[in-house]
């Protein structure tokens, strides 16, 4: 029978400032995977968690997120200093983007 890995074998490519839409899928499997998801969906701390563990766990995530990002990428995000807030940033920065992107060439004869 085959066993699920959760460990090293799972990689998400460093994001470089295109393919948005793919790089944030990938970042939100890995991070469902890690059993971090709700770091990006939630800005407070949820009900359950001891009172330094969300900080505890915001950090990791943030941390995880900033080294799946090349250098020019980093520089976008780099005065977040919440997991939250770096998400948000990265969604109002890239989806728009991808949506003028893509709106764009939906409109070329």
Do not use: C
């Given at each position: 029978m085959a066993s699920i890995?959760?460990?090293?074998?799972?990689s998400v490519r460093k994001f470089?400032?295109?393919n948005f839409n793919f790089w944030k899928k990938q970042m939100q499997y890995?991070?469902?995977v890690k059993g971090q998801i709700d770091l990006i969906e939630t800005e407070n701390p949820l009900e359950g968690y001891k009172p330094n563990?969300?900080?505890?766990?915001d950090r990791i995530v943030h941390t995880m997120i900033?080294?799946?990002l090349l250098r020019s990428v980093y520089f976008t995000v780099l005065s977040c200093s919440a997991t939250f807030e770096l998400w948000k940033t990265f969604l109002d920065t890239y989806e728009y983007i991808y949506i003028c992107h893509?709106?764009?060439?939906?409109?070329?004869?």
């Open positions: 890995s959760t460990s090293s074998e799972m470089d400032g295109s890995y991070l469902i563990e969300w900080q505890k766990q900033q080294m799946h893509e709106h764009r060439l939906e409109f070329e004869p």
